[in-house]
């Protein structure tokens, strides 16, 4: 099968190292490795050009903006520094302007060679699958990861609310059949209008040929300024929503009684400033490994250094509509996890058997659950088994990659 897979987000670089940009790659892969050719066709390639990019065994197409929305973007800019004001109006702008040239420039490409199957991670205002599919004549599956209008309302603000719900509302409304990663999120959809039949529940995975159990490495261990003291450990992007404002009070509840212990988090994020700040004034500073932004390759090395993994996510103003890819990474890796019992967590992690959970936002429950996997390390390891398990034969990209292929083809003639 020909696939033509669409990330048109700006805020996706396919190559880099955001969890977004992984997950297009590992379904990418996975598709390839079930022999089917992909083409990826997306709008940004790297976050900054010092990262080096990732390895990407599929054809890439890079659609950037035409004239027409690169002279208008500034435009609207000046105007807002001129009237001294700050609003995401030519943000929002530029996503629109950009669906039209998405659209004209794959149909250019495509119209005489059309893909089996259009596949697209849905993004705001991402109408150009949709419209490209009917024009070409093709089934197209819409990804949707989160309920994108809500986020951007909740998160950022940006006044364009209701516009991007409508946008939404059409787009899922004429896609062909919609895959989501949580149950949540299903009924989100179909709150919208799209009939229950046409949503399909796929969480996130992992590749088990790279994230499985192993013994931590040593080299890498003096690398981290680890030495033989317990680890606390978390993975993802230093933002409000994933709680990692919370981690300087969990390492200062958790060092009396566990002098050796650090922290180690891989990641970065606008909060980085904040949580130095904070283990600065805790003195936890020469506790704390800040190692920022990894290659996707090289987390799973970093997390089998983990005596426990943490994913403190606060209680959000909406659904949990979330799949935390890292969860699925700490368990196939065999690591004891902590998580709230929020949303699909709770459908992974089966408290006492695949992990523990506490009740989201109580600090102290989150602490004592950490304390009780520190002091037990057979418990732990009872843990980790079972997670990794349950992830390597039920959560992977292949069987992901397989069900949206025999989707795909019951959509076909």
């Known amino acids: 099968m020909n696939v033509l897979y669409l990330c048109p987000d700006l805020g996706i670089p396919v190559l880099g190292r955001k969890g977004g940009a992984v997950h ?8 390839g490795r079930g022999g ?14 010092w990262e080096t990019p990732a390895e990407m065994k599929a054809q890439v197409l890079q659609i950037e903006p035409g004239p027409g ?31 039209k040239d998405f659209e004209t420039e794959l149909k250019r490409r ?9 596949y697209e991670r849905a993004s705001l205002y991402g109408t150009a699958g949709v419209s490209l599919a009917r024009e070409l004549r093709r089934p197209i599956v819409l990804e949707l990861n989160a309920p994108l209008a809500l986020e951007q309302k909740a998160y950022r603000a940006t006044g364009f609310g209701e516009l991007a719900v409508q946008a939404e509302r059409w787009v899922l409304n004429h896609a062909d059949s919609i895959v989501v990663v949580s149950t949540e999120l299903k009924e989100h959809v179909a709150s919208l209008g799209v009939g229950s039949a046409r949503i399909h529940v796929l969480p996130n995975a992992v590749n088990p040929a790279v994230f499985y159990p192993g ?15 317990p680890v606390i ?4 992007g230093l933002r409000p929503w994933h709680g990692v404002e919370v981690l300087p009070e969990l390492l200062e509840r958790l060092a009396p009684r566990h002098p050796g212990i ?37 987390i799973a090395s970093v997390i089998r250094h983990f005596d426990v993994a943490v994913a403190p996510y606060p209680t959000p103003d ?14 196939a890796c065999g690591i004891a996890v902590v998580a709230p019992a929020l949303g699909q967590i709770t459908e992974l992690i089966q408290d006492g058997q695949t992990g523990l959970l506490y009740p989201a936002g109580n600090l102290e429950l989150l602490a004592k659950q950490c304390e009780r996997l520190l002091s037990d390390v057979a418990l732990r390891r009872a843990l980790g088994q079972s997670a990794a398990k349950l992830v390597q034969t039920q959560y992977t990209w292949d069987h992901n990659a397989t069900r949206v292929v025999a989707l795909a083809r019951s959509l076909m003639p």
């Open 24 to 31: 297009v790659r590992e379904m990418v892969a996975a598709l």
């Open 36 to 49: 089917h050719n992909v083409v990826l066709a997306a709008q940004i390639l790297n976050k900054s050009p």
């Open 69 to 99: 929305v690169t002279a208008a973007i500034p435009t609207l800019k000046e105007f807002n520094r001129r009237l001294g004001i700050e609003n995401s109006f030519p943000g929002e702008t530029r996503r629109i302007l950009y669906n």
């Open 110 to 118: 495509f119209e005489n060679d059309p893909p089996d199957l259009i």
């Open 215 to 229: 013994p931590p490495d040593d080299s890498g261990r003096a690398g981290l300024g680890l030495d033989s003291g």
């Open 233 to 236: 450990g978390f993975v993802g």
């Open 262 to 298: 650090r922290l180690v988090v891989a990641g970065d994020g606008p909060l980085r400033g904040k949580l130095e700040e904070a283990l600065d004034q805790r003195g936890l500073r020469s506790r704390a490994r800040i190692i920022g932004p990894l290659p996707h390759e090289e």
């Open 318 to 331: 909406h659904r949990f509509y979330f799949s935390p890819l890292k969860l699925f990474e700490y368990m």
